[in-house]
């Protein structure tokens, strides 16, 4: 039997993982390849969450020290989350004119976020990318389990992605 697309009135096949819900529960409705791209594309995780729900979030223990659910299991929410933004296995940005920010009108926080992620102002999308999958290897937990400075950088680095992201492809 086949799976069919979650997304509102879709009938195609539902192949692609998309996570459910903000709380690391594993649960995942299936998308077609066009809405998960749409998915991807219009994601941001974090919105709506306070700092200290961010923090929790990233420490959890599924995400960070159970053995069963490695960071790298594929499962794990994180994964998917950076498979997805590293490989843009679904070509999300492929077709999209490489759209610079106008300058003139960055924000304090856009500021911030290419500061943390050590980027020039005029970055564009697949420097960032780059950028990105460069510091994400860098302080990858695996390589540093329990280290607070090290998930601290992570976390402002992966939230300063989820900006910039999201301002980079804003229609
Ligand atoms: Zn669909």
Request: glycine share 2%.
């Amino acid at each position: 039997m086949k799976n069919i697309c979650e997304w509102k009135n879709c009938k195609e096949f539902g192949k692609f993982k998309a996570p459910a819900e903000k709380d690391n529960s594993k649960k995942f409705k299936l998308l077609c390849d066009q809405h998960i791209k749409l998915f991807n594309k219009s994601w941001n995780y974090f919105e709506g969450m306070s700092d200290n729900e961010i923090t929790n979030f990233l420490k959890s223990d599924i995400t960070w020290h159970r053995p069963t659910q490695k960071f790298g299991s594929p499962d794990n929410f994180f994964s998917i989350l950076w498979n997805n933004a590293l490989n843009d296995k679904f070509k999300i940005f492929k077709d999209e004119k490489n759209k610079n920010i106008n300058k003139v009108k960055l924000c304090k926080k856009d500021k911030d976020a290419f500061n943390i992620m050590e980027l020039n102002f005029n970055a564009d999308y697949m420097a960032v990318q780059r950028k990105f999958k460069i510091l994400v290897k860098k302080f990858h937990p695996d390589r540093h389990a329990g280290n607070k400075v090290y998930e601290d950088k992570l976390k402002k680095i992966t939230m300063a992605y989820s900006h910039l992201k999201m301002i980079m492809v804003q229609k």
